[in-house]
């Protein structure tokens, strides 16, 4: 493997010039049970090092805790990263296990407040919508989140797990320059709607959960059995029981593929989601989370592998094998509202 820095592309035709492949900072401080910070603040030099510079986090994550946890490792490479963060999901004080989604002015306004000063920065390089909220009409919430782009507070607009309908009304409001989705192997439902759209707006797809939550490297089979209690991957339908018994076979046409190139299941994972970008000719940045250096070796030494188009057919019919959905309740998902 080697240590050469990995390439950059255009967040869509609005958005700033990235990695082609970012970092998903989640499991830093929230969802994959206990972890180690040292380790992950060298896993975010060794990132960097990499030519990583797009870091995703959200005021969710940890309770606020994951941005706290970045902000002195944006602080030290202000001006070689870019951050990307996000609001929508509330949590309620008196029962922190819940989120409430929210999504009108003001409740917008006090979030970004607090993001900034947790990530201690002047302004956030990409604002995410986390979550939608039916009940708040899409253009008064982007209204604001435009009004913070006017005040300096935010450089570029982001939305997460909306629609093709939603991208084109937010998009009419202000330009949008990414939509984050779940796109992976196992998960392709975004491109019947949402990724036609984004590519006739410009807009880039940030594709999170390329590895599939991990399932597709084949670090765990069944999530009961081999994850920790406080790791919320155990209340995901695909990842227990007779769908985690069923998605485990899919792994062997990932197998034969890894083997032909002398790479890991997961960065043929991660291969496959890279070359989407010419498949649905847009870009798409995929954000694989880790908390691990030598995983972010692996990770972007994945953007120098080329699948054929043998290899692509091989793997293209594996989502439709999958059992289970993707979340619990799809409800606020894209695919649950298109």
């Not at 040292?38 to 797009?54: I, M, Y």
């Not at 607009?157 to 949008?176: F, W």
């Not at 080329?306 to 409800?331: N, S």
Request: glycine residues 8%; charged residues 25%.
């Amino acid at each position: 493997m080697t240590d050469g820095r990995i390439t950059t592309a255009k967040l869509g035709d609005h958005g700033p010039e990235v990695s082609v492949q970012g970092l998903g900072c989640m499991g830093m401080s929230f969802g994959y049970g206990p972890s180690d910070a040292d380790a992950s603040r060298a896993t975010l030099e060794r990132a960097l090092e990499l030519g990583v510079t797009f870091y995703d986090t959200a005021d969710a994550y940890g309770a606020g805790e994951n941005e706290r946890f970045l902000a002195p490792f944006f602080k030290a490479h202000r001006d070689e990263v870019v951050i990307a963060t996000k609001f929508a999901l509330s949590i309620p004080p008196d029962d922190p296990t819940r989120r409430i989604i929210r999504n009108d002015p003001p409740y917008i306004r006090q979030a970004v407040e607090a993001s900034l000063k947790r990530l201690d920065v002047d302004a956030i390089d990409l604002y995410y919508m986390h979550r939608r909220d039916v009940n708040v009409p899409i253009e008064e919430s982007v209204g604001t989140m435009a009004d913070l782009v006017r005040e300096g507070k935010v450089k570029h607009l982001g939305l997460s797990e909306v629609t093709a309908g939603e991208l084109r009304a937010a998009h009419a409001v202000h330009p949008i320059a990414a939509v984050q989705s779940e796109w992976s192997l196992f998960s392709r439902d975004i491109e019947t709607h949402v990724v036609p759209a984004a590519r006739e707006l410009g807009v880039a797809l940030v594709a999170y959960s390329p590895l599939g939550r991990g399932f597709l490297t084949g670090s765990f089979t069944d999530a009961d059995q081999d994850l920790s209690a406080g790791d919320f991957r155990r209340q995901q339908p695909r990842f227990t029981g007779d769908n985690a018994t069923a998605n485990a076979t899919l792994l062997e046409l990932i197998r034969s593929v890894a083997k032909a190139h002398d790479a890991t299941l997961g960065q043929i994972a991660l291969a496959w989601a890279q070359q989407q970008a010419t498949i649905h000719d847009l870009p798409v940045i995929p954000i694989p989370g880790t908390r691990k250096p030598s995983r972010v070796e692996e990770n972007t030494a994945a953007t120098r592998i080329v699948l054929t188009g043998e290899q692509l057919d091989l793997l293209d019919g594996i989502a439709a094998q999958v059992a289970g959905t993707r979340y619990a309740d799809m409800a606020f998902t894209s695919a649950g509202r298109e």
